[in-house]
């Protein structure tokens, strides 16, 4: 692809990765690729915002060459130290050997203990800003958005923010903005994202984006690092991110399983048809085929979660032990939750699940269910009401 001009002199040299299927040691699914963008702004000065991941470093670079020499370069902003955004730089270096690097002192850090670079490097901090002609670059530090070293960019002359990996989403497509996309499409990447990515950190991104709108600095188009720019309503991913801080969610039920020989599974249909009964809106999932990360973007949006396993070795089978594993790293908060499961000898399943979900920070709705071997008609009965019964809990 050709670099794309998103602004009068403002251009996209990024790479798109189509066969993406995995990121952040496989713990997310990208079944619909990623793209790594970078930005690069033409004035008196040149600066480059963001780089790419190492192995598309000669498409950026050779972007960047259709436009300015490389050595014109006068920076180089680094948002981020994350080698999806900055394993580029050290083959960029070699050809702009002038040019400084710009970030936090944790981002000069980071990169240092990367890639072992001995560049001129400036530290900048908030309301810290650089001037390249016509246009100004002012910087807002976002620590654990979602790294230490973060940072966004912000040009006030074009009212645009480039904020790295804040509001993007996993999504290749020959497209470069919001308004040629499918939006639901759109929206359920960015959810997935933030799920999967982000959820931990919402009281953080919360204050930050009451910080940024505070400044009460204008933005017309907002350009991260991963996915599509927002240029028709940049609103949407900002009141959306907005919603996911403030914990926001609906009457809806989750449920997750991993069934041995199929008992399990009977109890946790029978549970979601007394969810559904009462007139809430349920999912229901077997981890062992479904996408974790697909799970993850649903929890994300649901006030209640059931769990569910047989026992095997008087605990919990691995792949739901894996799951919950995740689960308690992104500390869900406000949501109510309950175990289930089957088992056979001795029953440790339940208990184990529901030690995890004290952990991950959930309120216990209800004492777990369980029963022994294959639940007969009466116990499927008591399924059916457990679910109608956590139903009228949320």
Known sequence: MKPFEIKKGIYWVGAVDWNARSFHGHTYTTQRGTTYNAYLIVDEKIAL???VYGPFANEMIEKIRDIVPLEKIDYVIANHVETDHSGALPELMKLCPKAK???TAKCKEGLYKHYYGNWDFQVVKTGDSIKLGKRTLSFVEAPMIHWPDSMFTYCPEEKLLLPNDAFGQHYATSERFDDGVDQSVLMDEATKYYANILWPLGSMILRKLEEVMKMGIPIDMIAPSHGIIWRKDPMKIVNAYLSWAKNEHAKKVVIIYETMWGATAKMARAIAEGITDSGVSVKLFDINQSDKTEVISQMLGARGYLIGSSTHDNCMLPSIAGFLELLK???????????????GWAGGAVNSIE????????????????FKYVPDQNEMKKCYDYGKEFAAKL
């Open 49 to 51: 915002v963001d780089t």
């Open 329 to 343: 790293g992104l500390k869900p908060k406000g949501r109510s939750a309950a175990a289930f499961g089957s088992y």
């Open 101 to 103: 690097v710009v970030g």
């Open 355 to 370: 030690d995890i979900l004290k952990v991950a920070g959930l309120s216990i709705a209800l004492a777990p269910i369980s």
